[in-house]
């Protein structure tokens, strides 16, 4: 690609000699030159071979095996065949029936098609060996497998676009440029595409386009629905990778110049290289640069007086020019310095970041919890004390001293709380600034009026009805989906339990404490912690006993807060060593057919909803991570009763010294505890027993 440099200065028709420029024109031409000129790094061409498990097992050499293998050796050749690329299919009867889903992209020729649905198969079955639900997604093809039905989810009662959430595949490079202007090509492609996409009856193309802007460097598009949807789900589908590609990786530095985001049903990509064959279905012009800070006027030739004045001229403006500056300076000074002693002084708070994060002083929170009084203490937990307070202006808000932050830089922790207050969702408790003082840091939440979840579940004067039981299920599920897979950064939260969730005046659910276990990760690697926070019975085996960190301990939480919502009981509030916990006599009554021994007087679909429930919180807590559903295929749990479920097994943790003496087993380790401490020993399984109280799936 031929480098950018700046246009020469021009040269006058009658002299040979360019007049000198202005000082302002010369600073204006290299400031545009600055402003287009894009530096790229090395872009890959092809997706990076993405797979997802969804963590659901079947037997090795078993009857799902057996229909999983007819499928693998009949999909190649049926998709490769396909006119558009695309084909399903299903084998056996539940629960071993395996149904798949492969669709190539619009460009690829049959053979290519083949070997990539083909190698997908391989791929999957090597990533994840002998998980019922494999999702592959490589450059030529998308491939996804599972004993669930997934496909009665394109029915539009259970179509829901919300719930899409997308594997994306990205490269940065660093931008010298306008932001704005690269978003706006990549926006404007992304618009001409989904548009096509949408529009194309072409069978042999349907649903799939591909654009070229002649932008610099060119950017190049794809957007591609699998031919099954309707127009308003492939429009909806692209739309939501749209949202998400805007909102993760378009809006924050360095810029992905390369993005490729897939779910199952669609899939829309730009780079700034070609990726696909052929030409490019849509030829599209570049949208209009920004205008330039000042306009710059072709100089006129002069004479040799003229040329006098003009040196006059550029000497009187550089004076000027640093007359302007240096008064500037002595007012942005001055102004400075007044803001800084108004801040002593009025205690004023100050906005920063487009999060609109607040950094308040210590006198205006003191003033506001009447120096951190105990009549308006609101709770106490691991990582601190929580107060309310009610701002000069009638505002009321939260406010939590943190315990063990000395070690954080303060830079290091004003960056950290910036990005969490850009986090935003209904089912968060929204953090509002931030107090540094010494060795002292506090943070502002917004004020819940109704209080944590606890004071509702576990006092029989404050019931919940089964639909807001329900809802705050799921939604709790939802606020955690939004932490692991939505947000601009993965955030494990570390201490989900009652306590930590807080209930609005619609009874909707808010998870506190979202951020802290980011803010205090001492000793924190990607994969193991030296600090383990958390409560006792909400933390999950690997986390309490290893301090392995994985999004699949917020799963676990989630589970016991499930059974802690259906069951009305805590999980962690019994003294009594006697005494079996929540897990274990759910377990109990789940093997023996009476689980609904343990409903509050449930009738009909509500009983029905509240035994799915109970499944999947048994789901959640297994022993092992792997066996455990990844928190977005719980929330289609919960929103799709359709959906088949996969027994549970022996669940992690068992209050008690001794395991029934009857259900020891084969030598393999689970993970027991007391109330006292943690104990490892032998584990104990108990045998496939039906449940005698099925509910409708």
């Given at each position: 690609?031929?480098?950018?440099?700046?246009?020469?200065?021009?040269?006058?028709?009658?002299?040979?000699?360019?007049?000198?420029?202005?000082?302002?024109?010369?600073?204006?031409?290299?400031?545009?030159?600055?402003?287009?000129?894009?530096?790229?790094?090395?872009?890959?061409?092809?997706?990076?071979?993405?797979?997802?498990?969804?963590?659901?097992?079947?037997?090795?050499?078993?009857?799902?095996?057996?229909?999983?293998?007819?499928?693998?050796?009949?999909?190649?050749?049926?998709?490769?065949?396909?006119?558009?690329?695309?084909?399903?299919?299903?084998?056996?009867?539940?629960?071993?029936?395996?149904?798949?889903?492969?669709?190539?992209?619009?460009?690829?020729?049959?053979?290519?098609?083949?070997?990539?649905?083909?190698?997908?198969?391989?791929?999957?079955?090597?990533?994840?060996?002998?998980?019922?639900?494999?999702?592959?997604?490589?450059?030529?093809?998308?491939?996804?497998?599972?004993?669930?039905?997934?496909?009665?989810?394109?029915?539009?009662?259970?179509?829901?676009?919300?719930?899409?959430?997308?594997?994306?595949?990205?490269?940065?490079?660093?931008?010298?440029?306008?932001?704005?202007?690269?978003?706006?090509?990549?926006?404007?492609?992304?618009?001409?595409?989904?548009?096509?996409?949408?529009?194309?009856?072409?069978?042999?193309?349907?649903?799939?386009?591909?654009?070229?802007?002649?932008?610099?460097?060119?950017?190049?598009?794809?957007?591609?629905?699998?031919?099954?949807?309707?127009?308003?789900?492939?429009?909806?589908?692209?739309?939501?990778?749209?949202?998400?590609?805007?909102?993760?990786?378009?809006?924050?530095?360095?810029?992905?110049?390369?993005?490729?985001?897939?779910?199952?049903?669609?899939?829309?990509?730009?780079?700034?290289?070609?990726?696909?064959?052929?030409?490019?279905?849509?030829?599209?012009?570049?949208?209009?640069?920004?205008?330039?800070?000042?306009?710059?006027?072709?100089?006129?030739?002069?004479?040799?007086?003229?040329?006098?004045?003009?040196?006059?001229?550029?000497?009187?403006?550089?004076?000027?020019?640093?007359?302007?500056?240096f008064l500037l300076s002595v007012c942005?000074?001055?102004?400075?310095?007044?803001?800084?002693?108004?801040?002593?002084?009025?205690?004023?708070?100050?906005?920063?970041?487009?999060?609109?994060?607040?950094?308040?002083?210590?006198?205006?929170?003191?003033?506001?919890?009447?120096?951190?009084?105990?009549?308006?203490?609101?709770?106490?937990?691991?990582?601190?004390?929580?107060?309310?307070?009610?701002?000069?202006?009638?505002?009321?808000?939260?406010?939590?001293?943190?315990?063990?932050?000395?070690?954080?830089?303060?830079?290091?922790?004003?960056?950290?709380?910036?990005?969490?207050?850009?986090?935003?969702?209904?089912?968060?408790?929204?953090?509002?600034?931030?107090?540094?003082?010494?060795?002292?840091?506090?943070?502002?939440?917004?004020?819940?009026?109704?209080?944590?979840?606890?004071?509702?579940?576990?006092?029989?004067?404050?019931?919940?009805?089964?639909?807001?039981?329900?809802?705050?299920?799921?939604?709790?599920?939802?606020?955690?989906?939004y932490l692991h897979e939505d947000s601009?950064?993965?955030?494990?939260?570390?201490?989900?339990?009652?306590?930590?969730?807080?209930?609005?005046?619609?009874?909707?659910?808010?998870?506190?404490?979202?951020?802290?276990?980011?803010?205090?990760?001492?000793?924190?690697?990607?994969?193991?912690?030296?600090?383990?926070?958390?409560?006792?019975?909400?933390?999950?085996?690997?986390?309490?006993?290893?301090?392995?960190?994985?999004?699949?301990?917020?799963?676990?939480?989630?589970?016991?807060?499930?059974?802690?919502?259906?069951?009305?009981?805590?999980?962690?509030?019994?003294?009594?060593?006697?005494?079996?916990?929540?897990?274990?006599?759910?377990?109990?009554?789940?093997?023996?057919?009476?689980?609904?021994?343990?409903?509050?007087?449930?009738?009909?679909?509500?009983?029905?909803?509240?035994?799915?429930?109970?499944?999947?919180?048994?789901?959640?807590?297994?022993?092992?991570?792997?066996?455990?559903?990844?928190?977005?295929?719980?929330?289609?749990?919960?929103?799709?009763?359709?959906?088949?479920?996969r027994p549970p097994s022996q669940p992690?943790?068992?209050?008690?010294?001794?395991?029934?003496?009857?259900?020891?087993?084969?030598?393999?380790?689970?993970?027991?505890?007391?109330?006292?401490?943690?104990?490892?020993?032998?584990?104990?399984?108990?045998?496939?027993?039906?449940?005698?109280?099925?509910?409708?799936?």
């Amino acid at each position: 690609m031929p480098q950018w440099r700046p246009p020469l200065p021009s040269v006058g028709s009658n002299s040979g000699e360019a007049p000198p420029l202005p000082l302002a024109m010369i600073a204006a031409r290299y400031a545009t030159a600055v402003v287009l000129a894009l530096v790229l790094l090395p872009l890959p061409a092809a997706v990076t071979l993405k797979i997802s498990c969804d963590g659901s097992v079947y037997a090795a050499n078993g009857t799902f095996q057996a229909n999983l293998d007819l499928l693998a050796a009949a999909l190649p050749a049926n998709a490769s065949a396909s006119p558009s690329g695309f084909v399903t299919a299903s084998v056996g009867a539940a629960p071993d029936q395996a149904n798949a889903l492969a669709l190539c992209r619009g460009d690829t020729n049959a053979s290519a098609c083949a070997a990539c649905v083909a190698a997908a198969f391989q791929d999957a079955q090597q990533a994840c060996p002998q998980d019922k639900g494999v999702a592959v997604y490589s450059d030529a093809c998308v491939l996804r497998f599972a004993g669930i039905r997934f496909l009665d989810f394109l029915q539009g009662d259970q179509w829901l676009v919300s719930e899409l959430v997308p594997v994306v595949d990205t490269a940065t490079g660093s931008v010298n440029a306008s932001d704005a202007w690269f978003r706006a090509a990549v926006t404007a492609i992304f618009t001409a595409l989904v548009d096509r996409a949408v529009a194309a009856t072409n069978e042999t193309r349907k649903y799939f386009a591909t654009g070229e802007m002649d932008f610099d460097p060119k950017l190049y598009g794809l957007a591609q629905c699998a031919p099954d949807l309707t127009p308003a789900q492939c429009q909806g589908c692209l739309g939501q990778l749209f949202r998400v590609t805007e909102l993760r990786y378009l809006s924050a530095r360095p810029l992905s110049l390369w993005t490729s985001a897939f779910v199952v049903w669609c899939s829309l990509r730009y780079g700034v290289s070609p990726f696909y064959e052929g030409r490019a279905m849509l030829q599209l012009a570049a949208p209009p640069a920004p205008s330039p800070e000042a306009t710059i006027t072709p100089p006129i030739p002069e004479s040799g007086a003229g040329r006098k004045r003009t040196a006059a001229g550029i000497f009187a403006g550089v004076a000027c020019s640093v007359v302007l500056m240096f008064l500037l300076s002595v007012c942005l000074c001055f102004r400075f310095r007044r803001r800084i002693k108004a801040t002593e002084n009025d205690h004023s708070l100050e906005k920063i970041g487009r999060a609109h994060c607040t950094i308040f002083d210590l006198p205006t929170l003191q003033q506001a919890t009447e120096h951190f009084s105990e009549r308006n203490k609101l709770g106490e937990g691991g990582f601190g004390t929580v107060y309310k307070g009610i701002l000069s202006d009638g505002q009321v808000i939260a406010v939590k001293t943190l315990l063990g932050t000395t070690g954080h830089g303060l830079q290091q922790l004003h960056n950290e709380v910036v990005l969490l207050a850009e986090l935003q969702h209904k089912n968060l408790v929204r953090l509002q600034g931030f107090c540094p003082h010494q060795n002292d840091t506090l943070l502002v939440y917004e004020y819940i009026k109704n209080g944590s979840l606890d004071n509702f579940l576990f006092d029989d004067s404050r019931g919940l009805n089964w639909e807001q039981q329900y809802n705050i299920i799921l939604g709790i599920a939802k606020g955690i989906l939004y932490l692991h897979e939505d947000s601009s950064m993965r955030i494990i939260h570390r201490d989900l339990k009652a306590n930590n969730i807080l209930l609005d005046d619609d009874m909707e659910p808010k998870i506190a404490d979202f951020g802290l276990a980011r803010l205090l990760e001492e000793g924190h690697t990607q994969s193991r912690t030296a600090r383990v926070v958390g409560t006792l019975g909400y933390m999950a085996p690997e986390y309490a006993m290893h301090g392995n960190v994985s999004p699949k301990i917020d799963v676990f939480s989630f589970g016991v807060l499930a059974l802690e919502i259906v069951t009305r009981r805590s999980n962690c509030s019994s003294n009594d060593h006697s005494t079996v916990n929540l897990l274990s006599d759910v377990w109990d009554h789940w093997t023996k057919g009476t689980i609904s021994q343990m409903l509050h007087r449930l009738d009909g679909y509500a009983r029905n909803q509240a035994l799915r429930c109970i499944h999947i919180g048994l789901l959640c807590v297994q022993q092992d991570p792997g066996h455990r559903p990844d928190i977005s295929a719980v929330v289609f749990m919960l929103t799709r009763d359709s959906m088949e479920l996969r027994p549970p097994s022996q669940p992690a943790f068992f209050f008690g010294r001794e395991p029934p003496p009857a259900s020891r087993s084969n030598g393999q380790s689970s993970y027991l505890y007391d109330q006292s401490d943690f104990v490892l020993q032998q584990s104990f399984s108990v045998n496939g027993i039906t449940l005698t109280e099925p509910y409708p799936r």
